[in-house]
T-cell receptor
Framework: NAGVTQTPKFQVLKTGQSMTLQCAQD?????MSWYRQDPGMGLRLIHY???????DQGEVPNGYNVSRSTTEDFPLRLLSAAPSQTSVYFC????????????FGSGTRLTVV | GDSVTQMEGPVTLSEEAFLTINCTYT??????LFWYVQYPGEGLQLLLK?????DKGSNKGFEATYRKETTSFHLEKGSVQVSDSAVYFC????????????FGTGTRLLVSP
């Protein structure tokens, strides 16, 4: 099925561990982004990419790293997990023109203990 | 900076009642406006959009009109169903640069039979 695929769906980490959240899309979208969703705060942009090899920071980039080696994939790395990173993470993609709206993955629920 | 404010929830309605969820925005310029819906355990889905003043977005019986004079984009539906129970997010995207989405905090809708 065409769309945005995120793995894993659930993850529990210990403080200080690292991990990578995977995101892949098969719609040939140029724009990809990562958001985190926290209660009462809506979704906040972590990092984004406007094409392969090009990434930039969003509102809340600290503690996260990204790279974009292909159009399809945009992994998010947690370098040293902290309890404040407990959240639901969403990957999204869109055509260059954002007016068409973004397609979201189903999310990764991360708990850091 | 750009921001979106939407009414606090939860909004609790009986089936077939009229729904309004208020959304106002602040932006330097003329954004595109969106409503996204999130069903339990799922990612966000684009519900409707409007890209310029006085445009009306509509989908699945939901409507919202882009009002530049009141900087609003209120979501309405004439007769809600139990299956409409979800969290609704208002969002904007500026039509320059990366065109990132700026979200409101979300409004939970609960519809009872």
């Amino acid at each position: 099925n065409a769309g945005v695929t995120q793995t894993p769906k659930f993850q529990v980490l210990k403080t200080g561990q690292s991990m990578t959240l995977q995101c892949a899309q098969d719609m040939n979208h140029e724009y990809m982004s990562w958001y985190r969703q926290d209660p009462g705060m809506g979704l906040r942009l972590i990092h984004y990419s406007v094409g392969a090899g090009i990434t930039d920071q969003g509102e809340v980039p600290n503690g996260y790293n990204v790279s974009r080696s292909t159009t399809e994939d945009f992994p998010l790395r947690l370098l040293s997990a902290a309890p404040s990173q407990t959240s639901v993470y969403f990957c999204a993609s869109s055509l260059r023109q954002g007016i068409y709206g973004y397609t979201f993955g189903s999310g990764t629920r991360l708990t850091v203990v | 900076g750009d921001s979106v404010t939407q009414m606090e929830g939860p909004v609790t309605l009986s089936e077939e009642a009229f729904l309004t969820i208020n959304c106002t925005y602040t932006a330097t310029g003329y954004p595109s406006l969106f409503w996204y819906v999130q069903y339990p355990g799922e990612g966000l889905q684009l519900l409707l959009k409007a890209t310029k003043a006085d445009d009306k977005g509509s989908n699945k019986g939901f409507e919202a009109t882009y009002r530049k004079e009141t900087t609003s984009f209120h979501l309405e539906k004439g007769s809600v169903q139990v299956s409409d129970s979800a969290v609704y997010f208002c969002a904007l995207s500026m039509n320059t640069g990366f065109q990132k989405l700026v979200f409101g905090t979300g409004t939970r809708l609960l519809v009872s039979p």
